[in-house]
């Protein structure tokens, strides 16, 4: 049972190939974040230990070289290890919202840049639930994490200021809940990823995923297999508000167990970005 269960997540996980992307239409519009991050810190913060494998305090990053932040998984992305099993996407977001690409193995563009502020407070509880065999065991692979993002604001080394209006979006309930994320601000390139189906999207937890259009200001065409494309837009707005809800079930097999990692009857399929482009 479990076999067919863990082969159908890893099969949903090799369909995401990882290109850091990222939002259209006037209902999420920039600046409609209500709720900030905690001001920038000035001083050491003193991190909760964790008391088990299922709860975790988010860290202070301010004040970090980005290059120290986290670590580039084989998915593509940025990640930092929390626990075993507990890896959330780490996002940087720049003044003007250039793409800061950290896929080089020596970080030099990272290097030149330093965390301003976070839009998750450090000591905030991370919650994680893992998959199980079918004798009960745990495996160290995670069904949910109540966190699994954290969008840093950045600002060139020797610099400071970034007034970016961060967005905290609250915290995922349960395996089958999640809340749409800010992607106002960002650069289109680290919004989401391409699946093997060509597709733009986005993973939230519990294996669900939303497909991001693209509408650019100017009318023009924006390739969405092409990171490069990607990098010379901007995210304005976005047609799905930040933290909207985001329910769904999960698919289940003949005597009704359910695949953890495959989710279906999404309330929320897509959101449209509005981008602009950077000028040089």
């Avoid at 120290?68 to 290890?81: I, K, L, P, T, W």
């Avoid at 959330?88 to 840049?113: A, C, M, N, Q």
């Avoid at 954290?150 to 905290?168: P, R, Y």
Wanted: glycine fraction near 8%; hydrophobic fraction near 30%; include cysteine.
């Amino acid at each position: 049972m479990h076999g067919t269960k863990l082969t159908a997540a890893v099969a949903t996980g090799a369909i995401l190939v990882a290109l850091s992307a990222c939002g259209n239409a006037p209902a999420g519009s920039q600046g409609k974040a209500t709720a900030s991050a905690p001001a920038q810190q000035t001083k050491t913060v003193q991190i909760k230990k964790s008391p088990d494998k299922y709860t975790h305090y988010v860290k202070n990053y301010v004040g970090m070289n980005a290059a120290n932040v986290g670590y580039m998984a084989m998915d593509g992305r940025r990640h930092d290890e929390y626990g075993n099993g507990v890896h959330p996407v780490i996002v940087f977001v720049t003044p003007d919202g250039t793409h800061i690409d950290s896929s080089d193995s020596e970080s030099k563009l990272l290097r030149k840049y330093r965390v301003s502020s976070q839009n998750v407070a450090p000591n905030t509880k991370i919650k994680s639930a893992f998959d199980k065999d079918e004798d009960g065991e745990e495996y160290d692979l995670t069904i949910w994490n109540s966190i699994d993002e954290i969008v840093l604001a950045v600002d060139e080394v020797g610099k400071s200021g970034n007034s970016i209006d961060m967005t905290k979006i609250k915290a995922s309930p349960n395996n089958s809940t999640a809340y749409i994320r800010d992607y106002v601000g960002r650069n289109l390139a680290d919004c989401g990823y391409i699946s093997m189906t060509g597709k733009f999207v986005d993973g939230y937890t519990g294996g669900s995923y939303v497909q991001l259009d693209v509408n650019a200001n100017d009318g023009s065409y924006v390739d969405v297999s092409d990171s490069k494309s990607l990098s010379q837009y901007r995210v304005t707005a976005q047609s799905v508000e930040q933290n909207t809800e985001l329910t769904f079930e999960h698919e289940k097999d003949e005597d009704g167990t359910e695949y953890s990692n495959l989710a279906i009857n999404q309330s929320i399929s897509s959101i449209t970005l509005s981008v602009e482009k950077i000028s040089k």
